[in-house]
């Protein structure tokens, strides 16, 4: 396994024992058929690596995981910037630390 998926593995599991948020493994890309054609899968090109909804008030939470040197790239930007302006909360997170800190700005209605 590489090391950013380690780290969402570890997120993942640490985020799965919040009473108040239910989180998902968004995987992203595409598989080739045996016809020649291309499937696309999950929610969008660069949407965030975990996607959560936060209890009881329904908030879209997306967590785009990185490690410690990890880079955003523009599609990624791009989605996180999206979600902020709808109203849900995303950021980026490189540790489960992050990600519990994550939460809780989220919980108190920040959009970062």
């Known amino acids: ?15 799965g024992l919040e009473r108040d948020l239910t989180i998902w493994r968004n995987n992203v890309g595409q598989v080739r058929t045996g016809h020649g054609s291309y499937v696309r899968y999950g929610l969008a ?10 209890a009881p008030s329904g908030r879209f939470v997306a967590l ?18 999206l979600v902020r302006s709808r109203g849900g909360f995303a950021t980026v997170v490189r540790s489960v630390a992050d990600a519990r800190a ?6 108190g209605g920040a959009r970062e």
């Open 1 to 15: 396994m590489n090391p950013e998926t380690i780290l969402q593995t570890a997120i993942r599991q640490a985020l």
């Open 45 to 54: 090109v660069g949407s965030s690596d975990l996607i959560g909804i936060l």
């Open 64 to 81: 785009e995981v990185k490690t410690a040197n990890g880079r955003l790239d523009q599609e990624q930007r791009l989605y996180l910037e």
């Open 102 to 107: 994550a939460i809780e700005r989220a919980r």
